[in-house]
């Protein structure tokens, strides 16, 4: 499997360029100064905004034509998808087999979540085997009867987006209503601390992954050091994840950072209590009730399981898995305060 340079690739497709992680990752790729990306979006619809960018080309057709998407993805080094939750599923494979028959070196799919190559966290969150299929659909589907990989598939994994959580409320803090869940789990309350990432830090990570040389005599243009551990080829990724995250915080954490962002103390909020288990079951309720919203319960109340979705543990291990962070240079891109008195600002104003 090799991508049409011999030093980095350069051409990259991206499908949901215009959401909320599409036109993040969109941002980053076009600032990032070398190399510079030449970047394919995919879309079903005319985006007349992106066509003024002369290393932007749009191609426009339906999700459900094969031929055009085998068309659309022919010569491309890497394929970006980040769809809505509520198409994924349906849409991914279309566009994997399509990426696939084109020989797409590298396919990072829709992941951007929490890490689901941990067995524990799909038995939590069972909706989440969906992203498993995509992986296992790149690995048959990239490997030649030979036994030669011609595709494979990248995870980006940087837990629940901080920023677009804290804004949605879903980290059970009301900004706008000074109202505040607090979840009490098994022993010391509330002190399970869970990783979290921005939507900007997702962006920054796709940029810099794909930057990293393709030859193992290649530098590292994210960092500095030559600290062998520093120095990786995008080839040593393949159909493995990539791990980040911005903060680590327990959910008082996350509601001690808004308390400086308003300036307020408990007495300016109405804080109730609900046991960790009893708000993960009621999610499971819902949907087996029929409520899909029911899914946002699981998803953040296993942020504050150990050993689920606190934290990174590949293929099911019990350890923690390090940080990609130094490898990509993205330590302290982001200050938590900052990011939080953002996101207060944008709640408060309605926007």
Same mark, same amino acid.
């Given at each position: 499997?090799?991508?049409?340079?011999?030093? !980095?690739? @350069? $051409? &990259?497709?991206?499908?949901?360029?215009?959401?909320? %992680? #599409?036109?993040? /990752?969109?941002?980053?790729?076009?600032?990032?100064?070398?190399?510079?990306?030449?970047?394919?979006?995919?879309?079903?619809?005319?985006?007349?905004?992106?066509?003024?960018?002369?290393?932007?080309?749009?191609?426009?057709?339906?999700?459900?034509?094969?031929?055009?998407?085998?068309?659309?993805?022919?010569?491309?080094?890497?394929?970006?998808?980040?769809?809505?939750?509520?198409?994924?599923?349906?849409?991914?494979?279309?566009?994997?087999?399509?990426?696939?028959?084109?020989?797409?070196?590298?396919?990072?799919?829709?992941?951007?979540?929490?890490?689901?190559?941990?067995?524990?966290?799909?038995?939590?969150?069972?909706? !989440?085997? @969906? $992203? &498993?299929?995509?992986?296992?659909?790149?690995?048959? %589907? #990239?490997?030649? /009867?030979?036994?030669?990989?011609?595709?494979?598939?990248?995870?980006?994994?940087?837990?629940?987006?901080?920023?677009?959580?804290?804004?949605?409320?879903?980290?059970?803090?009301?900004?706008?209503?000074?109202?505040?869940?607090?979840?009490?789990?098994?022993?010391?309350?509330?002190?399970?601390?869970?990783?979290?990432?921005?939507?900007?830090?997702?962006?920054?990570?796709?940029?810099?992954?794909?930057?990293?040389?393709?030859?193992?005599?290649?530098?590292?243009?994210?960092?500095?050091?030559?600290?062998?551990?520093?120095?990786?080829?995008?080839?040593?990724?393949?159909?493995?994840?990539?791990?980040?995250?911005?903060?680590?915080? @327990?959910? &008082?954490?996350?509601?001690?950072?808004?308390?400086?962002?308003?300036?307020?103390?408990?007495?300016?909020?109405?804080?109730?209590?609900?046991?960790?288990?009893?708000?993960?079951?009621?999610?499971?309720?819902?949907?087996?009730?029929?409520?899909?919203?029911?899914?946002?319960?699981?998803?953040?109340?296993?942020?504050?399981?150990?050993?689920?979705?606190?934290?990174?543990?590949?293929?099911?291990?019990?350890?923690?898995?390090?940080?990609?962070?130094?490898?990509?240079?993205?330590?302290?891109?982001?200050?938590?305060?900052?990011?939080?008195?953002?996101?207060?600002?944008?709640?408060?104003?309605?926007?």
């Amino acid at each position: 499997m090799s991508a049409t340079h011999n030093d !980095h690739i @350069s $051409k &990259v497709a991206l499908v949901g360029a215009t959401g909320t %992680l #599409g036109s993040e /990752i969109l941002s980053a790729l076009l600032a990032h100064p070398s190399p510079q990306y030449q970047i394919t979006v995919i879309t079903r619809s005319d985006s007349p905004g992106l066509t003024s960018n002369p290393r932007i080309n749009v191609k426009t057709g339906s999700y459900n034509d094969h031929a055009f998407l085998v068309s659309a993805l022919t010569g491309q080094d890497v394929l970006v998808i980040t769809l809505g939750f509520s198409i994924c599923d349906q849409v991914q494979p279309l566009i994997i087999r399509a990426a696939c028959e084109a020989k797409v070196p590298y396919i990072l799919p829709c992941e951007f979540g929490s890490d689901t190559s941990n067995p524990r966290l799909i038995s939590a969150i069972p909706v !989440h085997s @969906s $992203k &498993v299929d995509a992986r296992k659909l790149v690995e048959e %589907l #990239g490997t030649s /009867i030979d036994g030669t990989r011609t595709s494979a598939w990248i995870g980006i994994i940087n837990n629940a987006w901080f920023d677009w959580s804290l804004a949605g409320g879903w980290f059970g803090i009301d900004i706008k209503s000074r109202k505040v869940t607090l979840l009490d789990g098994d022993g010391d309350s509330n002190g399970i601390k869970t990783y979290t990432s921005t939507i900007h830090m997702s962006g920054l990570t796709v940029a810099r992954l794909l930057a990293l040389p393709l030859a193992v005599t290649g530098k590292n243009p994210n960092v500095t050091s030559n600290d062998p551990k520093l120095q990786r080829t995008l080839a040593s990724f393949a159909n493995k994840m990539v791990y980040v995250a911005n903060f680590q915080l @327990s959910q &008082v954490g996350m509601f001690q950072a808004v308390q400086r962002a308003t300036h307020t103390t408990d007495a300016d909020w109405d804080i109730s209590h609900v046991p960790l288990i009893q708000y993960i079951r009621d999610g499971s309720t819902r949907l087996e009730q029929g409520d899909i919203t029911g899914i946002m319960n699981l998803v953040y109340g296993n942020l504050f399981v150990n050993g689920v979705a606190d934290a990174y543990y590949p293929n099911g291990s019990l350890e923690e898995v390090e940080l990609d962070n130094a490898l990509l240079g993205l330590g302290g891109c982001e200050d938590l305060d900052e990011v939080t008195s953002r996101v207060v600002k944008k709640v408060t104003a309605g926007g």
